[in-house]
T-cell receptor, first 113, second 108 residues
């Protein structure tokens, strides 16, 4: 019973490098989300996918792109990493939409130097 | 003003105490209310999910929603050291809005 799985768990990038954070869920959920969590800022929504084939911007989308590869997988890409993107990134999924319970992965700790 | 306000704490209580955690909000469109628990270096874990006003109990946890006051609470009875974590409130009326979390420490 894996739930929401994120890879990698830790990553250090140099400024300007690119990388993709992977997320997969095995609960047959329709909606998936990417959040970042920073001290004193709480959880902020980056992008979400209400259903397979759709993606929408959240509160802080600048500097990120996403791909809903299929119903299970939702990836987050940093094209040119900046120190301001140092954060803990969480992927989440829910059965229908943002009004239903969201289940979170264990997070990816990203440091951009 | 952020739509969801939550006191960050830290809140320190002795084992066995009753803990009260609270959030206020400004958007009257919120209909769904949740509490998440987050242990250090882990992802948030859903604790309680309620719709509209009223109380919901699950073991030692009780969630309370007062829509007229725009105020939600989570009560933890007989608190245990294993309850030490950050508690996040969240609410939704189309988009999920999180509070910043309250850090709780239960001391033996």
């Amino acid at each position: 019973n894996a739930g929401v799985t994120q890879t990698p768990k830790f990553q250090v990038l140099k400024t300007g490098q690119s990388m993709t954070l992977q997320c997969a869920q095995d609960m047959n959920h329709n909606s998936m989300y990417w959040y970042r969590q920073d001290p004193g800022m709480g959880l902020r929504l980056i992008y979400y996918s209400a259903s397979e084939g759709t993606t929408d911007k959240g509160e802080v989308p600048n500097g990120y792109n996403v791909s809903r590869l299929n119903k299970r997988e939702f990836s987050l890409r940093l094209e040119s990493a900046a120190p301001s993107q140092t954060s803990v990134y969480f992927c989440a999924s829910s059965e229908r939409d943002l009004n239903t319970e969201a289940f979170f992965g264990q997070g990816t700790r990203l440091t951009v130097v | 003003q952020k739509e969801v306000e939550q006191d960050p704490g830290p809140l320190s209580v002795p084992e066995g105490a009753i803990v009260s955690l609270n959030c206020t909000y400004s958007n009257s469109a919120f209909q769904y209310f949740m509490w998440y628990r987050q242990y250090s270096r882990k992802g948030p874990e859903l604790l309680m999910y309620t719709y509209s006003s009223g109380n919901k109990e699950d073991g030692r946890f009780t969630a309370q929603v007062d829509k007229s006051s725009k105020y939600i609470s989570l009560f933890i009875r007989d608190s245990q050291p294993s309850d030490s974590a950050t508690y996040l409130c969240a609410m939704s009326g189309g988009a999920l809005n999180f509070g910043k979390g309250t850090s709780l420490l239960v001391t033996p």
